[in-house]
């Protein structure tokens, strides 16, 4: 069992930046890929970026590429998204997730499915 717990949302005008941090428990962080995913207002939720277990090979969706970057400390049991250059269209509730995927292929990393564990949410406003 993980529990995870997001922190760092907020309010911010586009062109700024903006840090995400989950906080998971249990001693087996290390064994699990992390995800971020957002869902705005009437929409599906969505991948944003991913890590995977040991190795720190990141994924990222087109649209946040070169902007996002999502890391990890298996020592603290944690999992950062930081978010630069924000535009008003990043404006969603953004989850973090932890999952066994084993596979190398990326698209296993990408789907909602592959994630066994979610956090609460953090709200993400941008102001244009």
């Known amino acids: 069992q993980v529990q995870l717990v997001e922190s760092g949302g907020g309010l911010v005008q586009a062109g700024g930046s903006l840090r995400l941090s989950c906080a998971a428990s249990?001693?087996?962080?290390?064994?699990?890929?992390m995800g971020w995913f957002r869902q705005a207002p009437g929409k599906e939720r969505e991948f944003v970026a991913a890590?995977?277990?040991?190795?720190?090979?990141?994924y990222y969706a087109d649209s946040v590429k070169g902007r996002f970057t999502i890391s990890r400390d298996n020592t603290k049991n944690t999992v950062n998204l930081q978010m630069n250059s924000l535009k008003p269209e990043d404006t969603s509730v953004y989850y973090c997730?932890?999952?066994?995927?084993?596979?190398?292929?990326?698209?296993?990393?990408?789907?909602?499915?592959?994630?066994?564990?979610w956090g609460q949410g953090t709200q993400v406003t941008v102001s244009s």
């Open positions: 997730a932890a999952g066994a995927v084993a596979y190398t292929a990326s698209y296993y990393y990408t789907k909602l499915g592959s994630y066994d564990y």
């Open positions: 249990g001693r087996t962080f290390s064994s699990y890929a």
């Open positions: 890590i995977r277990r040991n190795s720190g090979i990141t």
